[in-house]
Structure formats: structure tokens, C-alpha cells
């Protein structure tokens, strides 16, 4: 009987040390958890000069046991590559899966944002996209489609769809279950992580200045798919742009540079070719931006907005006249 | 083995678990950036590298983040090299501290070309050289143009400078590729 209730005793005391360690290192500050390990330095300098710095490491990367089977055995193999010290990359890589699970982490705090990119061409889905038959009519999917729709799919264009047939009607999807996701979620134009200063007060004054303020980064990056990483939008090129032969203006902020890289030209960089928008006449010199809103990409408000006196018969006619090559 | 007693194994146990309450406090042991190079052999490769590719109108070996490339292609790529350019650097450093008095990020920049043409031209002769100075140069050289021009998903090349220099169309822009 004594036995039996030491070795309870025992089982509960080592249930509440594994238990009560394993809530400690989930909450304590990341400097004295998470960020001991080397692998996760740079990421964890960023993200604490970043607006997520008040939420923790778990509010997006979840525990050990957050996600099942499928975090416990990634949580694993970290801490076996960290111990072994084994060839490995130094670069934390997420699947889409992961991706995915943060983006319905971001819904969970961009409520208003996520109304936004719902509303907009941005919430496609894989079948949208991909099967969509009066677009497969003119092009066959490719695995250039992945750059811009379907980014984070951990695979190629033939593991996506099964092409084999001749007639386009028969190109289906392979997996049903992808068919639902979406195929340009959050973190297509957001990096996590990105190099900010701490956000200060805007005006602050001076003996020689009467305000200044501390310069942001871009909150938008580019995901490179072919590259695995992100190229922030500030650091994109300027590509040169063409009207037939004349070389063309036209807005360079980081805003532009980032929706042309998926609402791009043909590749002799012609103004209006294939999916470009380039703008012309009286704003050729504003950014997307200026007109679309980021995530909803409604441009309904937007003329009142610099131009109140334009009564709506106004706004319309302005409408009707040309604002991009296309 | 230790036999215990109840008192004993609560109280051992009640120790273990406080004492894994000090664990947040531990700080991290250092703060070096890197997987394979400390602090000061990092910042003799970067006033090398910077020489090699120096920054002028466009961004440098340093700007591009060779030296990281140097020291992730150590530690995955190329473990044997890392004895290659410890023994290369501590032997540089040994070397100026002994003919200039100085480590040599901290000489000046028409000193620190000279002395890589000499090791280049293979003209340094010192037993303080552990390796022949032309391989520690030749390696370094190619390692440095690698960081720079290759592509960033290796370590270097950072936010593609290189490719910016060379007017490289990177990231591709080209739109749908439709039939007619």
C-alpha cells in the first residue's frame, strides 16, 4: 500500500515539474526562453522592434502541443537539431500548412483588415484560380502561376493538377481538400519579422527643427517563391515601362512596386499588356494605393476623398474616362 | 543507489522543481552573431571582404552580408574550410600585430590593400603564417565573390544588391503567358 502511494506521489510530482516547467518557458519574456537559441536570434531582434512586440511567441507559433501530432514532432526535431548541432539550415522555413494557421492567426487581431481582403480578388481560392475554365481556355497552368497564386504550395504545378489530359475540361485539381484554401493568404505581402525602429511620437521637436519623425519601413515585402524569402517592397526594382516605344512615368513607391509584381506586363514591359494597370492621364503619378484600398482594393470613396466638390454624375463620368493603359 | 525516504523525495523534489524556476534567469552565453567565427575573426574577414568588393556607389561586400555567407557556407557547406580561415586569420592578425603594431581592421585602407597584394602576389615569408598566404587569399577571394554575386537563399547577396548593380530583371516581371 506504501508502495502505491509513493509511486502516486511520484507520478504527480513528475506530472506537475514537466506540467509547471513547460507553462514557465511558454511564458516567461522570449529573451529568457525562446531567444536563448542562437537559431532564432535574428528573427526575435526584429519581432522585438516590431508592432507585434507586445504579442508573445505563442500568440503566432503556438506551443509544443498547440497543433497535435504536427507541432509536437516539429518541436522535437528543433530541439534535436539544436542539441546535435548536425547539418542542418539555419533558416526557419514554414510549410503551407503553417503558413495558413498564421494567417487565421492575423484574422484573429485584423478583424477589419481581414472584412477588407475578403471582399476583394485577393481571397481567391486554389479552385478559382486554377480551374477555372474560360481562363484555362487561354493558358495553360504552369508552374509560373505558383509565383503569384498559390505562393506558399509546397509542391509544383503537376503535384497541384493533374494535366495530363488534352482538353482543359479535364484539368482538375488533385487534392480536393486544396481546392478551398486560399491562394493568396496573408503572408503574401506581409513578412513577418521585418526591420522596423520602435514606433515613436511623430512630431518632436528641436532647436533647429520644428518636427521631424523617425522613417518606417514598409509594412508590405514581396514573397518570392522561387527564392523561399521576402524582398521588402521599398528594395523591388523600378522596372522601365513603355508606351509602344516611348518610355513611360509612373509612380515608384513601395505600394506600386509591390502590386506590379503580380499585376505585371508582358515582357517587353508594355504598358497595359497582360495583367499590367499602369496609370495615365492626369494621375499617372499616384500609387495604387492612392485609388485601391490595400486589402479590399475598393476604389468607390476614393475620388470624393481628394476631389469633394465632384458631385457622384462627376465621379462617373470621370469613370468613364481611361485611368490605366489597359 | 541512494535509498530515500518520503520526506526526503519531497523535499528533493520540491528542490528540482524551484530550481527549474531559475532557468528565465540564465542569460545567453554570448552574443556572437555567428554560426562559426567569433566577434573579432568576423570583423578582420569583413575589413578583408570590404576590400575585395568595396562599397562606393553601390552597396559593398559588407552591405551584401558576405561575411555571412562565409560563415553559413562554413558551418553547412564546407566544414574543412573552417580551419582554412581561422588558421588564415590568426595568422594575418598575428602578422600585423607584429609588423604594425596594429590588428589589421584597424589599419588603414591603403595599408590593408597592400598587404592583400602581397599575400596575393604570395610575397609574405613569415613563420608566423601557419598556411600559405595566397590560399588563405585565393579562398577568401572566391568565397567573397560568391557571398556578392551568388543568390541571397545562400547567405548572401543580401536583398539582392548585386543583382540591382548588374540591372538584373529580378524579381521577373512578366505577366499571364496566354495563347493569343
Redesign the interface.
Known amino acids: 500500500m506504501k508502495k502505491i502511494v509513493?509511486l502516486s506521489?511520484?507520478c504527480l510530482?513528475s506530472i506537475?515539474?514537466v506540467v509547471?516547467?513547460y507553462i514557465?518557458?511558454n511564458r516567461?519574456?522570449p529573451d529568457?526562453?525562446c531567444?536563448?537559441c542562437?537559431e532564432i536570434?535574428p528573427s526575435h531582434s526584429k519581432w522585438k522592434s516590431s508592432a507585434h512586440a507586445g504579442v508573445h511567441c505563442i500568440e503566432c507559433h503556438g506551443t509544443a502541443i498547440s497543433e497535435g501530432f504536427h507541432s509536437l514532432a516539429e518541436k522535437s526535431n528543433m530541439v534535436l537539431t539544436h542539441f546535435t548541432k548536425e547539418?542542418?539550415?539555419?533558416e526557419i522555413r514554414l510549410d503551407e500548412r503553417q503558413i495558413l494557421a498564421i494567417h487565421r492567426r492575423c484574422i484573429a487581431c485584423h478583424q477589419s483588415e481581414y472584412a477588407g481582403w475578403l471582399a476583394s480578388g485577393h481571397a481567391v481560392n486554389y479552385r478559382e484560380i486554377f480551374m477555372d475554365s474560360v481562363h484555362n481556355a487561354?493558358?495553360k497552368p504552369?508552374w509560373?502561376c505558383l509565383r503569384c497564386h498559390g505562393m506558399f504550395y509546397d509542391g509544383n504545378i503537376h503535384d497541384l493538377m493533374a494535366l495530363e489530359d488534352t482538353s482543359f475540361i479535364h484539368w482538375k485539381i488533385r487534392d480536393e481538400k486544396q481546392e478551398m484554401l486560399p491562394a493568396i493568404p496573408c503572408l503574401a505581402c506581409h513578412q513577418m519579422h521585418t526591420d522596423n525602429p520602435v514606433s515613436q511620437r511623430f512630431v518632436t521637436f528641436f532647436a533647429d527643427s520644428l518636427r521631424t519623425s523617425t522613417a518606417r519601413n514598409p509594412r508590405i515585402a514581396?514573397y518570392?517563391r522561387?527564392?523561399?524569402?521576402y524582398?521588402?517592397a521599398d528594395?523591388?526594382?523600378h522596372?522601365q515601362m513603355y508606351n509602344a516605344e516611348s518610355e513611360i512615368s509612373y509612380a515608384s513607391d513601395p505600394n506600386t512596386r509591390l502590386c506590379?509584381?503580380c499585376?505585371?506586363?508582358?515582357?517587353k514591359?508594355q504598358a497595359g499588356?497582360?495583367?499590367?494597370r499602369t496609370v495615365t492621364g492626369v494621375h499617372w503619378e499616384l500609387s495604387c494605393t492612392a485609388c485601391h484600398r490595400p486589402h479590399s482594393g475598393e476604389t468607390r470613396e476614393s475620388c470624393a476623398q481628394c476631389h469633394s466638390s465632384l458631385t457622384e454624375v462627376q465621379i462617373k463620368k470621370v469613370f468613364e474616362q481611361p485611368h490605366c493603359y489597359k | 543507489m541512494k535509498n530515500y525516504n518520503r520526506r526526503e523525495f519531497i523535499k528533493a523534489a520540491g528542490l528540482l522543481y524551484g530550481s527549474l524556476l531559475i532557468i528565465p534567469s540564465c542569460k545567453p552565453l554570448s552574443g556572437n552573431n555567428y554560426l562559426v567565427f567569433t566577434e573579432q575573426e568576423a570583423a578582420c574577414l569583413i575589413a578583408l571582404c570590404e576590400q575585395i568588393i568595396p562599397a562606393d556607389e553601390f552597396p559593398g561586400a559588407t552591405d551584401a552580408g558576405v561575411i555571412h555567407f562565409i560563415d553559413k557556407q562554413s558551418k553547412l557547406r564546407f566544414p574543412k574550410e573552417q580551419i582554412l580561415f581561422k588558421n588564415g586569420i590568426a595568422s594575418l592578425q598575428a602578422w600585423c600585430r607584429a609588423t604594425h603594431n596594429r590588428l589589421f581592421e584597424e589599419l588603414d585602407v591603403p595599408t590593408q590593400i597592400a598587404i592583400m597584394q602581397s599575400m596575393e602576389k604570395d610575397e609574405i615569408k613569415s613563420d608566423l603564417w601557419k598556411i600559405a598566404p595566397k590560399d588563405f587569399f585565393n579562398k577568401l577571394l572566391a568565397r567573397t565573390m560568391q557571398g556578392f554575386y551568388g543568390s541571397p537563399r545562400h547567405g548572401g547577396n543580401k536583398d539582392y544588391v548585386s543583382f540591382k548593380m548588374l540591372k538584373l530583371d529580378y524579381p521577373l516581371l512578366i505577366g499571364q503567358n496566354r495563347y493569343l
Open positions: 509513493f506521489l511520484f510530482f506537475l515539474i509547471g516547467s514557465t518557458w516567461v519574456d529568457y526562453s531567444a536563448q542562437h536570434t547539418k542542418t539550415s539555419d487561354l493558358e504552369y509560373d514581396l518570392l522561387a527564392d523561399k524569402r524582398l521588402r528594395k523591388l526594382p522596372p506590379m509584381q499585376h505585371a506586363p508582358n515582357f514591359h499588356s497582360e495583367d499590367d
